[in-house]
């Protein structure tokens, strides 16, 4: 029930710091989310050609003890709880080279109806696993995230092609350099992630605009919320916490 996939970071991975991107982080988990759920007989192929339906992810939290570096070879750990009613969380673990945890996430996963762009309430399709393993990369619940403050607008962005996966919409990494892009580099050299949690919760098509908003008034005491909207429809697109530490 352990899917475990090793990854090499190269230049094409990195920020300007030689770390690991958060968003390729994300795309590595969604990578090996897709691979694993294919090994479990349930891959993004057999679900859209017999069901009609998609994996989408709603919540991520990520919690980075060490940013890995370029050059390293890292392995990523991966493994799906009990299915719930209409979501399915699936847990990670990041290892350097020596075996020692340095990253451990956790995840809540729907399946989508590809026509009606909802979530597949009528259960097209019955998820169930072999056995199932209760152990928990990260022994919390991600409970819903709200601003305490009023926000600033950071920036405005317009979702184009280079943003847009197979599923037509904004991808989840993609979410992630949104929220990056919404401090300059002189923020970036102070500061690193500590943890970060996204929730998507609406989606984001290709030419929809939307404006990222922040508070930052008690960054390094309760962490930077972000959320972004849509313009247009004025709904909320993305809402996140990110626990920043200097460096």
Same mark, same amino acid.
């Given at each position: 029930m352990i899917y475990t996939k090793k990854y090499h970071i190269d230049w094409r991975d990195i920020d300007f710091k030689k770390e690991l991107k958060l968003s390729m982080l994300f795309s590595y988990f969604q990578e090996?989310?897709?691979?694993?759920?294919?090994?479990?007989?349930?891959? /993004?192929?057999?679900?859209? &050609? #017999?069901?009609?339906?998609?994996?989408?992810?709603?919540?991520?939290?990520?919690?980075? !003890?060490?940013?890995?570096?370029l050059g390293e070879t890292i392995t990523i750990e991966t493994w799906p709880l009990e299915p719930g009613r209409l979501s399915y969380d699936r847990d990670f673990l990041v290892?350097?080279?020596?075996?020692?945890?340095?990253?451990?996430?956790?995840?809540?996963? /729907?399946?989508?109806?590809? &026509? #009606?762009?909802?979530?597949?309430?009528?259960?097209?399709?019955?998820?169930?696993?072999? !056995?199932?393993?209760?152990?928990?990369?990260?022994?919390?619940?991600?409970?819903?995230?709200?601003?305490?403050?009023p926000l600033d607008t950071a920036y405005t962005k317009m979702i184009g092609y280079s943003d847009v996966d197979f599923n037509g919409h904004l991808n989840n990494a993609r979410y992630v350099d949104f929220i990056m892009d919404a401090f300059p580099v002189s923020e970036h050299k102070k500061y690193k992630v500590n943890s970060i949690e996204v929730h998507f919760t609406n989606e984001a098509l290709p030419g929809d605009v939307i404006t990222m908003k922040k508070n930052i008034s008690h960054a390094l005491k309760n962490g930077i919320y972000i959320e972004g909207t849509n313009d247009e429809t004025n709904e909320t697109v993305f809402k996140s916490k990110t626990v920043i530490i200097a460096v």
């Amino acid at each position: 029930m352990i899917y475990t996939k090793k990854y090499h970071i190269d230049w094409r991975d990195i920020d300007f710091k030689k770390e690991l991107k958060l968003s390729m982080l994300f795309s590595y988990f969604q990578e090996a989310s897709s691979d694993a759920s294919e090994e479990l007989g349930y891959s /993004i192929d057999r679900l859209e &050609k #017999e069901f009609g339906v998609a994996w989408v992810l709603m919540k991520m939290r990520v919690d980075i !003890t060490r940013h890995p570096k370029l050059g390293e070879t890292i392995t990523i750990e991966t493994w799906p709880l009990e299915p719930g009613r209409l979501s399915y969380d699936r847990d990670f673990l990041v290892k350097d080279s020596e075996g020692n945890v340095i990253i451990k996430a956790i995840s809540t996963w /729907i399946i989508m109806n590809l &026509k #009606e762009r909802k979530i597949d309430r009528g259960q097209n399709v019955t998820i169930s696993y072999p !056995t199932i393993i209760k152990e928990r990369a990260i022994d919390a619940k991600m409970k819903k995230l709200r601003a305490t403050d009023p926000l600033d607008t950071a920036y405005t962005k317009m979702i184009g092609y280079s943003d847009v996966d197979f599923n037509g919409h904004l991808n989840n990494a993609r979410y992630v350099d949104f929220i990056m892009d919404a401090f300059p580099v002189s923020e970036h050299k102070k500061y690193k992630v500590n943890s970060i949690e996204v929730h998507f919760t609406n989606e984001a098509l290709p030419g929809d605009v939307i404006t990222m908003k922040k508070n930052i008034s008690h960054a390094l005491k309760n962490g930077i919320y972000i959320e972004g909207t849509n313009d247009e429809t004025n709904e909320t697109v993305f809402k996140s916490k990110t626990v920043i530490i200097a460096v």
